[in-house]
């Protein structure tokens, strides 16, 4: 049997995409998520729909103080962790009450990068394993639109890149995901442009043959590498007039 993979976040649309993308290929499947019995017909699902070993895990990401104990509780160290979470409530809102703005960055930033750091250590210790970090395009560049959750990715993204360098020499794997627009429950109502907007399902193959690649940073919709490289180049006095 293949090595299980652990989705943290498994309630999203992406986080369900992937555990059923690699269940597909036998994969025993750990779900996690804070409500943990979202998760119990996801469980059914899998094992009915491949044969594949599920368990479900509770995870609050949030409470970082839990997460050495949520990895020991584990039924076996997975192979393969993919941090799935994310939070992206109104800009506007988070502009008038701090409290929310405070649980987009940790949620985005500071949880995520805590519950991959214990898992880096067990990883590096054992000589092997892949760590998976969904962040954003939104991160590469500040924009008044949304600069509380993409200073966040930001701070992600840049975590990433360091233990990838850290871990580089240890036989564990680093990815860095970009997906850009995903049609999802966090996006819905937003007018999002189909030729930049990828499905759950597209993602979920990406980190996949990502996986398998070795990959180290990928853009899901390779066009948003080259869109990203013209919005750092414009100059600053420029940007700020510019609606984005």
Not at 40 to 51: F, Q
Not at 202 to 227: G, H, L, T
Request: charged content about 20%; some cysteine.
């Amino acid at each position: 049997m293949k090595a299980p993979v652990l989705i943290l976040g498994a309630t999203s649309d992406i986080g369900r995409a992937i555990a059923h993308c690699f269940a597909a290929q036998g994969h025993p499947i750990q779900l996690a998520a804070r409500q943990v019995n979202r998760l119990e017909s996801d469980k059914a699902d899998l094992e009915i729909r491949y044969g594949v070993p599920v368990s479900v895990h509770e995870f609050d990401v949030l409470a970082v103080e839990t997460h050495a104990d949520f990895v020991q509780q584990l039924p076996e160290l997975p192979a393969i962790v993919v941090c799935v979470v994310g939070f992206m409530p109104a800009q506007k809102a988070c502009e008038q009450d701090f409290s929310l703005a405070l649980e987009v960055m940790r949620t985005n930033y500071e949880g995520a990068a805590l519950i991959l750091s214990v898992f880096a250590n067990l990883f590096e210790k054992r000589g092997w394993g892949t760590l998976v970090g969904i962040s954003s395009v939104a991160g590469e560049r500040g924009r008044a639109s949304n600069y509380f959750y993409g200073s966040a990715k930001a701070g992600f993204t840049a975590f990433l890149s360091g233990l990838r360098q850290r871990l580089a020499k240890s036989g564990v794997q680093v990815l860095t995901v970009l997906p850009g627009y995903v049609n999802t429950r966090m996006t819905e109502g937003m007018n999002l442009p189909p030729l930049l907007t990828a499905q759950p399902k597209e993602v979920a193959k990406a980190i996949f043959a990502a996986v398998a690649q070795k990959k180290d940073v990928i853009y899901v919709r390779p066009s948003w590498r080259w869109i990203m490289v013209i919005i750092r180049c414009i100059p600053e006095p420029l940007f700020k007039r510019l609606a984005l």
